[in-house]
């Protein structure tokens, strides 16, 4: 864990915030919410979490929620990378393909047109 760093919002409120590799805070918030899943879905599990008192399955709901929805845009961008990253790997082949294939022989500069009226 790195050193926490200060800075203030364009509201003027102060952000403490401790930089982490995306992939470690992923892989972190994914063992918590896959803790609390295994935790209702485990055999038994759900039968003991209806037990639980309500303000503590709210509590265990909303995090799994909040969990979730945080992660949600780092999914969207990552499958957008992903997307756009396939892209330009298939216009890069497609056009490496086509200098290898179709270059021409040797290049003709075209004539140019006579625009003049003819009558």
């Given at each position: 864990?790195?050193?926490?760093?200060?800075?203030?919002?364009?509201?003027?409120n102060?952000?403490?915030?401790?930089?982490?590799?995306?992939?470690?805070?992923?892989?972190?918030?994914a063992?918590?919410?896959?803790?609390?899943?295994?935790?209702?879905?485990?055999?038994?599990?759900?039968?003991?979490?209806?037990?639980?008192?309500?303000?503590?399955?709210?509590?265990?709901?909303?995090?799994m929620?909040?969990?979730?929805?945080?992660?949600?845009?780092?999914?969207?961008?990552?499958?957008?990378?992903?997307?756009?990253?396939?892209?330009?790997?298939?216009?890069?082949?497609a056009?490496?393909?086509?200098?290898?294939?179709?270059?021409?022989a040797?290049?003709?500069?075209?004539?140019?047109?006579?625009?003049?009226q003819?009558?």
């Amino acid at each position: 864990m790195n050193a926490p760093q200060i800075s203030v919002d364009a509201q003027g409120n102060t952000v403490v915030s401790l930089s982490t590799p995306i992939s470690e805070h992923c892989k972190s918030r994914a063992r918590l919410l896959a803790s609390l899943v295994n935790m209702v879905a485990a055999p038994g599990g759900f039968e003991q979490f209806s037990h639980f008192p309500d303000p503590m399955k709210r509590d265990i709901l909303a995090l799994m929620h909040s969990i979730v929805e945080e992660q949600l845009p780092g999914i969207e961008a990552l499958e957008q990378h992903t997307a756009q990253s396939y892209y330009e790997r298939g216009v890069n082949a497609a056009a490496e393909h086509y200098r290898k294939t179709d270059q021409p022989a040797s290049i003709e500069m075209p004539q140019p047109l006579d625009y003049s009226q003819q009558r």
